[in-house]
């Protein structure tokens, strides 16, 4: 079965960047845009992967990732957050809310493939 990701990102930079890198590898890549359609979108396209750009303004991360891990269905899906390295704060508010993975902006562009991949 091959990977799919969900993507949260308003940055259309790292959209764009994330939807070339997925078609290269073969990566089905879907973006979310708001939250009302949450679990239905997870559960219909059964993701390997959610990431989340930790600056969104269309939806609340730390709310985001606390809804999904509360639910039993939801909360093994991977959960990756990448933020501004500047905001060391926004970083431990996301790990406490339940992102699997968090890293600076910097290592989510460098590390984009492998992220993609599953490796």
Not at 13 to 35: C, D, H, M, P
Not at 39 to 57: A, G, K, M, W, Y
């Amino acid at each position: 079965m091959p990977r799919n990701v969900l993507a949260i990102v308003d940055d259309l930079f790292f959209a764009s960047k994330i939807r070339g890198t997925a078609e290269q590898l073969g990566v089905s890549v879907s973006f979310l845009r708001n939250t009302e359609s949450l679990n239905q979108t997870v559960l219909r396209e059964h993701p390997s992967l959610i990431i989340c750009d930790l600056h969104s303004q269309r939806i609340d991360p730390i709310a985001l990732a606390k809804q999904l891990k509360g639910d039993e269905e939801l909360r093994s899906i991977p959960l990756l957050g990448f933020f501004s390295h500047l905001q060391t704060e926004l970083q431990r508010k996301a790990r406490d809310a339940g992102f699997d993975v968090v890293i600076p902006r910097s290592a989510f562009t460098r590390d984009l493939n492998d992220i993609l991949a599953g490796q």
